[in-house]
């Protein structure tokens, strides 16, 4: 039989993480662990990161809610049942975390969960150097510590502060760095307004030679983003918007808007599962795709860098937000040289 139990945890950020949605000083997350009741040893382990103000899953309730979900499932027969008993299409991150734990358990290969290059050690992943919101000498800093320590992409997150000091940042990379030596991409949240608003700050950021922007304008305005995506000026990739969007209108949101690229975050969206689905979906459209961490510790990092190491990887991911916590799960994962890769001789940290 299969027992089931769940621990929360606390992430603390280095320092106050900033969007132009707000400033973050902690992140809650959830461990949910499967263990074989005849055989202890045999267990599986899994995050449900919901993202507060994100996640379609984010609820007062939300532990009450997964506390009874792991009671419903305390002395399974079949591990393979579990995901039959309940709907939790509307809880993603559970969605994730159990995904993540049942691939766990069935290999009990300590977090190993996917057989290819990554888990072994044997290759390695490009992700960009995520650059956070402040004034103009704390981005700055950042950019010089990134580009420093051999990223050659570079993700500046916009929208927060005084427009033409974000520009003065972008700015101060191309002064320095061509768009051969240093790929930048964007992030706004969501900030721009719809309409003149974001049509002209991307206008005048396509001056610097800008790789792509995510989610420029607020999500659900379908018409006004499709509107933005047919006249850019700097690939647009669809962040926010996918989020609660179930399969059955993944087809027409991609046909409506036709992003140049989409972001595919596991803990907002459902999982492996419906990643993999937006993938093919978006493939099947000549729609760009990179995956990308939703400040998930550790144990949900390694799990989508080892989905997304089952693919051709084209650019470089989104994966580099392990080293955002003071009090992260110790692991294998490392980053060096702009890639994260697993490194068999580190341990994992106790989580239960």
């Known amino acids: 039989m299969i027992n089931i139990e769940y621990k929360k945890h606390i ?35 899994g995050e449900c990161s919901m993202l507060p103000g994100l996640s379609i899953d984010d609820d007062v309730n939300y532990e009450i809610y997964l506390a009874s979900f792991c009671q419903s499932l305390m002395h399974l027969q079949d591990i393979k049942s579990i995901d ?23 290999r009990n290969k300590n977090k190993k969960l996917f057989s290819n290059g990554f888990a072994e050690g044997e290759i390695r992943i490009p992700i960009n150097g995520l650059v956070w919101m402040g004034n103009k000498n704390f981005m700055l800093e950042q950019v010089k510590t990134k580009i420093e320590k051999g990223f050659d992409c570079i993700k500046i997150k916009v929208g927060a502060i005084n427009f033409d000091e974000e520009l003065e940042v972008i700015k101060s990379i191309r002064d320095t760095f061509s768009s051969d030596e240093i790929t930048i991409r964007l992030d706004a949240n969501g900030a721009f307004k719809p309409g003149s608003d974001a049509q002209e700050k991307l206008l005048r950021l396509s001056e610097f030679e800008i790789h792509s922007i995510e989610q420029p304008i607020m999500a659900k305005q379908w018409e006004e983003m499709a509107a933005l995506c047919a006249q850019t000026p700097i690939p647009i990739a669809l962040d926010e918007e996918l989020i609660g969007v179930m399969p059955d209108h993944r087809n027409q949101l991609l046909d409506m808007i036709k992003p140049q690229h989409i972001i595919l975050k596991p803990s907002l969206i459902g999982g492996f599962t419906d990643a993999k689905d937006w993938i093919e979906k978006a493939e099947s459209k000549d729609i760009g795709w990179w995956v990308t961490s939703a400040l998930e510790s550790n144990i949900g990092l390694n799990a989508i860098c080892q989905f997304t190491a089952n693919y051709d990887i084209k650019m470089p991911q989104g994966l580099g937000t392990g080293q955002l916590y003071h009090n992260n799960i110790d692991s294998p994962l490392t980053i060096e040289n702009g890639e994260i890769y697993y490194d068999n001789n580190k341990d994992w940290g106790k989580v239960f």
């Open 11 to 45: 992430l603390r950020f280095n320092f106050p993480a900033k969007t132009s949605r707000g400033a973050m000083d902690v992140k809650p997350t959830y461990f949910i662990k499967l263990t074989d009741t005849e055989n202890p040893e045999w267990f599986g382990v």
């Open 84 to 106: 039959e008993l309940h709907d939790i299409s509307n809880f993603p991150s559970i969605k994730f975390g159990l995904e993540m734990a049942v691939r766990d358990f069935q």
